[in-house]
């Protein structure tokens, strides 16, 4: 079966500092994956999505990039935090066949202080 | 992408049956309506997914009409455990294209004792 992992679950940062969030993806191959955030009370805000190795597309301009070195992995960073960037990042795959649905992983909690 | 239009918020009862309708008026020929369910500080989780008439599982049901521009999800016999938010999202799921979902406000369901 296909399991996503995400990590760390939790996080408090400086503003200023970098970030670096790690998704992996197991029992599949060459998913479709996505990086969403979400305020507090708010919607899911898709940051970034992948089709495929080295393949990024951003969807909102912003403090933030993603990487994608090897099929079953998603990358989120940041050189240099600001306060905005506070939210939970969740990510997701799919197998981008007709109809697929999303898979989201736990998602991490980040705190800019 | 499809824009999907749904309420903010329903309360309930437990025991009772909840009827959420979402509005996709530009739905697209390939596009599928997928239903997820969200509790605070997870990830959402897939409920339903249906391209047109009834589709049932062990957790929900989805109407979808004959022109599609309208959907309703509906959760029989609720208890407190389905206090969440719910999102309704329309895609094709090609994976060239990305199968970017878009994800509204989503309804905010409150179950009560």
């Known amino acids: 079966s296909q399991t996503i992992h995400q990590w760390p679950a939790t996080l408090v940062q400086p503003v200023g500092s970098p970030l670096s969030l790690e998704c992996t993806v197991e029992?599949?191959?060459?998913?479709?994956l996505y990086w969403y955030r979400q305020a507090a009370g708010r919607g899911l805000q898709l940051l970034f999505y992948?089709?495929?190795?080295?393949?990024i597309s951003s969807e909102v301009p912003q403090n933030l990039s993603a990487s994608r070195p090897q099929d079953r992995q998603f990358i989120l960073s940041s050189k240099k935090l600001l306060l905005s960037d506070s939210g939970f990042y969740l990510c997701?795959?799919?197998?981008?066949?007709?109809?697929?649905?999303?898979?989201f992983g736990s998602g991490t909690r980040l705190t800019v202080v | 992408l499809a824009k999907t239009t749904q309420p903010i918020s329903m309360d309930s009862y437990e025991g009772q049956e909840v009827n959420i309708t979402c509005s996709h008026n530009?739905?697209?020929?390939?596009?599928?309506i997928t239903w997820y369910q969200q509790f605070p500080s997870q990830g959402p989780r897939f409920i339903i997914q249906?391209?047109?008439t009834k589709v049932t599982n062990e957790v929900a049901s989805l109407f979808i009409p004959a022109d599609r521009k309208s959907s309703t999800l509906s959760l029989p016999r609720v208890s407190l455990s389905d206090t969440a938010v719910y999102y309704c999202?329309?895609?094709?799921?090609?994976?060239?294209?990305?199968?970017?979902?878009?994800f509204g406000g989503g309804t905010r369901v409150l179950v009560k004792p």
């Open positions: 997701a795959w799919s197998q981008g066949v007709q109809g697929g649905g999303y898979t």
């Open positions: 029992g599949t191959s060459n998913p479709n």
């Open positions: 992948s089709v495929g190795i080295g393949q």
């Open positions: 530009n739905i697209a020929t390939n596009d599928y």
């Open positions: 249906g391209y047109k």
């Open positions: 999202l329309v895609g094709d799921g090609i994976k060239a294209a990305g199968n970017k979902l878009t």
